[in-house]
Every structure is written in C-alpha cells, then in structure tokens.
C-alpha cells in the first residue's frame, strides 16, 4: 500500500487554472501508474486522467482532454494534474490514485486513495 495526500485545491474563477499534487510515501512510487478521479455532488465517482509507472503513456476523461494534463516526478514521489480552462463543470473534490502496474482508468482497480481535495469553479 502506498499512502496519498493531496494538495492545490481552492477557489478559482471560470476559466482559471490550477495545480493539484498528490504526494506519495514509501519509496516504491515508481513501480505504480497513478491517477486522477473527481466526484461531485449527488455524483458517482469518475476518471479523469492516469499516467503510467514512467510517465511515457498517459489517458484522459474526454471531458478534460486537451485541458488538463497529468505528470509525475518520481524523484519527488508526486503527480501532478495541471488543470487550464476550469469550467463550472469541473467542480467536484478530485482524489489522487495508485492503480497498480498499469494505468486503469476504472474506479475498481484503484489500490489506494487520498483523502481527497476540493477544486470549486465559480462561474
């Protein structure tokens, strides 16, 4: 198991942008593909982007393709989601994701979670 923690979540205009990081422990970090998801109020949990163990194989929601881009450092143990254009649709709390070996997009093949971390858009 890997532990998550999650941070760059706040307020931000429609159209604005944002950075989130998920910090992860243990020194194993490059043996996982991580991911991003997001759930919004009233909302079932979704995907929205995932990276592979070495960063060379990435996916996305098609709902934020070409917006948002996922990237790791695996010297600092972090992934990051560089979030450009925020819609009032993007609000939800996203959660930092191991997947294992390889890079799933399913809610069912996630191994560990973060806590979570809030992304408000105001239109």
């Known amino acids: 198991q890997v532990q998550l923690v999650e941070s760059g979540g706040g307020l931000v205009q429609a159209g604005g942008s944002l950075r989130l990081s998920c910090l992860a422990s243990g020194r194993t970090f490059s043996s996982y593909a991580m991911a991003w998801f997001r759930q919004a109020p009233g909302k079932e949990r979704e995907f929205v982007a995932t990276i592979s163990r070495n960063g060379g194989g990435t996916q996305y929601a098609d709902s934020v393709k070409g917006r948002f881009t996922i990237s790791r450092d695996n010297a600092k143990n972090t992934v990051y989601l560089q979030m450009n254009s925020l819609k009032s649709e993007d609000t939800a709390v996203y959660y930092c994701?191991?997947?294992?070996?390889?890079?799933?997009?399913?809610?069912?093949?996630?191994?560990?979670w973060g806590q979570g971390t809030q992304v408000t858009v105001l239109s």
């Open positions: 994701a191991a997947t294992g070996s390889y890079y799933y997009t399913q809610v069912d093949k996630v191994g560990s």
